[in-house]
């Protein structure tokens, strides 16, 4: 939607100034080079109180404060019967609600209020344990991600977004390098020959019953023979034969 408000062309051309320089710019030395300062040095002095505050506006102010201060547990910065300003335990940011009263509320899709978590997975539990329904549980921002991002949102629809770095769980290849130097482990060789980390009981072959049926004979036979390679064991059963797998 086109902005009702008067837009100064020079304003307009500053901004795709800059622009032009995020097109532009591929590496760190790019950037320096490339950018420049503002046309006009930051003009704010803090105060001894807040520093910032983005506000917006509801229809139910009540059901808002509600769920900022009691299930989230927002600590409290001011407070009044038509207006609640909201920080972190250490003051590292600040946002406020008012109701709309006979005014506009604020649309839910205007501003999202977006947080960088330590540890996205454990505070969604937390949440949920709490009762919020996720729209959107943690998850990688895109296929292999570290970056992972959860949202929900408030009584009045304003968009919570939790933000996390995630280490991936696959082995990378510096492990599994660390890996093959305390113990042998079978990889896939580029040659199709290549069977050295085989043993000559895995090219022994199975034994399958027979399948059609001895007669008796035959199985006197076989008795015979099976005693007379156990009394040749048992005349040298250390006498093993190693074989070369190469020439088996």
């Known amino acids: 939607m086109a902005t009702n408000y008067p ?19 591929q590496t760190p030395q790019d950037w320096q080079t490339l950018w420049k300062r503002p046309a006009h040095p930051f003009p704010f002095v803090w105060g ?31 407070f009044d019967p038509d207006y609640a300003m909201f920080t ?21 899709d205007a501003i999202r209020l977006q947080f960088m978590l330590a ?6 539990d937390e ?5 919020i329904a ?13 970056l992972n991002i959860a949202t929900f949102r408030t009584p009045h629809g304003i968009c919570i977004d939790l933000w996390g770095m995630v280490k991936s769980l696959r082995p990378s290849l510096a ?12 990889l896939p060789s580029s040659d199709e020959d290549d069977l050295g980390l085989f043993t000559v009981q895995d090219a022994a ?13 035959e199985a006197d036979l076989e008795e015979d023979e099976a005693e007379d390679e156990a009394d040749e064991d048992d005349e040298d059963d250390d006498d093993i034969e190693y074989v070369d797998i190469d020439t088996a």
């Open 7 to 25: 837009i100064n062309p020079r304003v307009r051309a500053l901004g795709k100034a800059r622009l032009d320089v995020a097109r532009r710019a």
């Open 48 to 78: 001894e109180r807040w520093k910032q505050c983005v506000e917006y506006r509801v229809d139910d102010f009540a059901a808002e404060i509600g769920f900022l201060i009691d299930i989230l547990g927002l600590p409290v910065n001011a």
């Open 88 to 108: 972190s335990p250490e003051g590292e940011f600040f946002f406020a609600v008012v109701p709309a009263g006979e005014g506009t509320s604020t649309p839910p």
């Open 119 to 124: 540890d996205i997975f454990a505070t969604a």
């Open 127 to 131: 949440l949920e344990s709490r009762g």
């Open 134 to 146: 996720f729209e959107q549980p943690p998850q990688p921002v895109a296929p292999g991600a570290a």
């Open 175 to 186: 492990d599994l390098q660390a890996e093959d130097d305390d113990e042998d482990v079978f």
């Open 205 to 217: 072959p199975l034994r399958t019953p027979a399948s059609h049926p001895q007669s008796a004979s």
